[in-house]
């Protein structure tokens, strides 16, 4: 088993994470940003989040926290080709702000995001609690979780892993060869590297990461995972709720569950813990989801 002083694949993975997320000004609040040397078919969603909430960040009068991002994802982008985020100031205030941001290629509207920041201060505080679950260090890294498994889950195996994913449980692939099911699926996250001060950046980098594993539970409850199995899944929605300050170069839990699907929609849930069992945020994402029996 790999330990955590060990060195880490994706450490030049990681890299590229900060390079998109390091924007360009095209114009007064446009921004363009590109895509990593790794790619699915279309534009990840987390990428477009992660890249929304800096364009909208950068735009701020005041410095101010996220407080919750909503997106609407509309149609598939090129990898191949550079995004357009446009930006609209919705309210600019000392201690609230809001921005719609438009993610475009081509002259089309890909994605549209809401982000909202407010500076509340401290006032009434309770949280649940995390499940208790070995440490992060102690679990092996995703690397060895797919060996052997490369031509089942090809897209995993070649994708961008700026991540470093330590699975509390077996992940899809690993439960379906076992014949397995489990409602939840739990996740230790960091980053392969040192993240900068910016809050912004650091909260960028969990929406990026919260558009992974977070389906995972509506296949397993049902004993499915992807490559084994026909599924057609596509994310329609997604939004995070930022409830503390977040440092994503240390271990985040994010510990995911899915209350229902049904009519081809799926839900998932998903919370995301420090160390200490403080909760950070929380995720909320329905997809499009579609089993094709063998």
């Known amino acids: 088993m790999s330990t955590a002083d ?139 979780l797919l060996r052997g498994y490369e031509e089942v889950v090809p897209h995993f195996a070649s994708a961008l892993r700026p991540i470093d994913w330590r699975y509390t449980n077996d992940p899809t692939w690993v439960m379906r060869d076992k014949g397995e099911k489990l409602t939840y699926n739990r996740v230790w996250m960091k980053t392969r590297g040192a993240m900068p001060d910016d809050p912004a950046v650091n909260a960028a980098a969990l929406a990026y990461a919260s558009d992974t594993t977070v389906l995972d539970s509506i296949i397993t409850t049902h004993g499915l995972s992807w490559g084994w199995d026909r599924i057609f899944a596509v994310t329609t929605n997604h939004s995070v709720w930022f409830h503390r300050p977040i440092r994503f170069d240390e271990w985040v839990l994010y510990s995911t569950s899915s209350p229902v699907a049904a009519d081809s929609r799926g839900l998932g849930t998903g919370h995301f813990f420090d160390q200490e069992g403080q909760l950070l945020a929380t995720v909320v994402q329905e997809g499009i989801v579609k089993h094709f029996p063998r």
Do not use: C
């Open 6 to 144: 060990e060195p880490l694949a994706g450490e030049s993975d990681f890299d590229e994470l900060l390079a998109i997320l390091d924007l360009r000004q095209l114009a007064d609040d446009i921004y363009v940003g590109s895509h990593p040397s790794k790619n699915p078919v279309r534009t990840f969603g987390g990428q477009m989040m992660a890249q929304s909430l800096v364009a909208a960040s950068r735009s701020l009068r005041h410095e101010l926290p996220p407080a919750a991002l909503s997106a609407h994802f509309i149609a598939g982008g090129d990898p191949d080709k550079d995004l357009e985020f446009h930006i609209t100031r919705l309210r600019d205030e000392r201690r609230f702000a809001n921005r719609r941001v438009d993610v475009m290629q081509n002259g089309e509207v890909l994605t549209t995001v809401l982000v909202s920041y407010l500076a509340g201060g401290r006032s009434l505080e309770h949280g649940i609690e995390p499940p208790d679950l070995p440490d992060p260090q102690s679990l092996p890294p995703i690397d060895e």
